[in-house]
């Protein structure tokens, strides 16, 4: 039983490619037939390729930049005096003033009433 059944789908998948081979008739191959594909892939291929191209020299250029980045800001700079510090020493020795001597502190004065209404 599963063998007829089997076999009858074998037949009509069968059918199926008769009826697409006459639907669908193959092309001669001529003389030029390998070069004019192999022109049409190639012509489709260019502008991807050009993108891809473009795309690894960008993140070629992106390393490299950083590299050179990252091996200046490394290399310690010993003319200015004022970068050798810390901010918190910078902080320390400066002459800000503090911020409570801007402020000054409301007075409430309790001794006085208030005339009633």
């Known amino acids: 039983m599963i063998n007829s059944m089997h076999g009858s789908d074998d037949q009509q998948l069968d059918a199926l490619f008769r009826a697409y081979h006459d639907a669908c008739a193959a092309p001669e191959a001529g003389a030029n037939f390998m070069p004019n594909l192999w022109a049409r892939i190639e012509s489709r291929q260019r502008f991807t390729f050009s993108v891809r191209r473009m795309a690894n020299a960008l993140t070629t250029a992106a390393v490299a930049l950083s590299l050179a980045l990252g091996v200046y800001m490394s290399i310690p700079r010993s003319n200015s005096a004022?970068?050798?510090?810390?901010?918190?020493?910078?902080?320390?020795?400066?002459?800000?003033?503090?911020?409570?001597?801007?402020?000054?502190?409301?007075?409430?004065?309790?001794?006085?009433?208030?005339?009633?209404?």
């Open 82 to 117: 004022d970068y050798t510090q810390t901010y918190v020493e910078a902080l320390a020795a400066s002459n800000a003033p503090d911020s409570m001597d801007l402020v000054n502190p409301a007075e409430l004065d309790l001794s006085t009433e208030r005339p009633s209404r």
